[in-house]
């Protein structure tokens, strides 16, 4: 068993100050027990804890780290911007050169707009999309997650899921009614809704990729049926990227998938570890946004030069060195390895992955949607999820999330993890 009596003294000190003792629910291991890790430092593919514990990190910061952890590109930029002052509430050089850079690479996107937070990009996705059309209602599909604000927290995905909530207090039942929720993956259900609402809805959200009930690719068709819909009800497309967008490709899943949303929400990767999010899209909504148009929306810290500076840096490593395939294969590797340690062991699992991105179901068939995530066995997870910690592995702390490895995952580590993994399956 793992020492770790440091982070249990600051896990209850932290309780009795700190709701929870976190800031993010699901970092406090409310679905598999035990006391949550408190990281101290982070180097590559591998973090270490206020106890002296070394851990392989398939977290990464829940996505933005793309390039593991203090990317000597990423901490170089940093050290030179900080020298220059931290903040300045004024329009800088590093701001246009961001946005510049992602228009001319991502072809559905004319303008930026830059936030903090995937959440206030979604939130601010939405308010648009209502202006543009002029029409109250949203929809949203089950088990994805667009950040914690009161339209999108119904049968939401991410720490809601995890911790079994079907909804928050605190929302008025006026908000809610005007989300309608439709399962993931089901072409039928969206054009069933759009018969009935089609001429009141502003906007379909979606994350093309799902990534916050586990790793749920769209199948075959099914992104195209959200385009045409949309646009036969001239209704706004929203594809929520703040995963998948710069991961599964620079110009993420609508590049794979060569679907052009309307609007495109970024966060994580965009970011390059620091809090950055945005809203891109068709320069005829964006122009809505206040001072062009009247939308409002504003930030004190939007556009902070510190995190525009390393979420600059990880774009351009990330467009300079093209390393999608080395990603990719890299997590080719684990995924066979895995499902080989499953065969070896007899237990029933299914590895999901697209990418860089993967999870790990307990259960014997392919997960499509929120129901069939919801059936898998998380009782396994939990036994998984502490014997790999045991052994120097940190894996999110739900069932419902995903893998992500990073270029700092070398062979080695895949391997280790392997090994890791063949032992913890003979355990259970
Ligand atoms: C993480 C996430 C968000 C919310 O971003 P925050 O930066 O946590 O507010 C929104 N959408 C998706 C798809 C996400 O994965």
Known sequence: MLDKQN??????????????????????????????????????????????????????????LILGHCHPQVIEV?????????????PTALEEELARFIVKRIKSIDKLRLVNSGTEATMTAIRLARAYTDRPLI???EGCYHGHSDGFLTQAGSGMMTSGMPASPGIPEDITALTIGAPYNSSEAILSIFRKHGED???????????????????????????DVTADFDTVLIFDEVISGFRVAFGGAQELYEIEPDLTCFGKIIGGGLPVGAIGGRAEIMDLLAPEGSVYQAGTLSGNPLAVSAGLATLKFLD???????????????????????????????????GSIMTLFFTKNEVRNFDDAKKTDTKLYRKYFHGMLDK?????????????????????HIERTIEAQREVFKGI
Do not use: C
């Not at 994350?207 to 916050?212: D, F, G, K, L, R």
């Not at 093209?322 to 029933?348: F, R, S, V």
């Open 320 to 354: 300079e060195k093209n390393p999608y395939i080395q990603l990719d294969e890299t997590t080719e590797l684990l995924e066979m390895a895995m499902t080989d340690n499953l065969k070896e062991a007899g237990i029933e699992g299914i590895i999901q992955r697209v």
């Open 139 to 141: 929809i949203k599909l």
């Open 7 to 64: 982070s249990g003294k600051l896990f209850q000190s932290a309780k009795k100050v700190i709701p929870g003792g976190v800031n993010s629910p699901v970092r406090a291991f409310g679905s598999v027990g035990g006391t949550p890790v408190f990281v101290k430092s982070g180097d590559g593919a591998e973090i270490a804890d206020e106890d002296g514990n070394k851990y392989i990190d398939y977290v990464m910061s829940w996505g933005p």
């Open 201 to 227: 809805v502003a906007a379909v959200i979606a994350e093309p990729i799902a990534a916050n009930m586990g790793v749920i690719p769209p199948v075959d068709g099914y992104l195209q049926t959200l385009r």
């Open 392 to 412: 120097g592995i940190y894996l999110a702390p739900s069932a419902f999330e995903a893998m992500f490895i990073s270029t700092a995952h070398t062979t080695a």
């Open 78 to 90: 940093l050290e030179d911007t900080i020298k220059k002052g931290t903040s300045f509430g004024a």
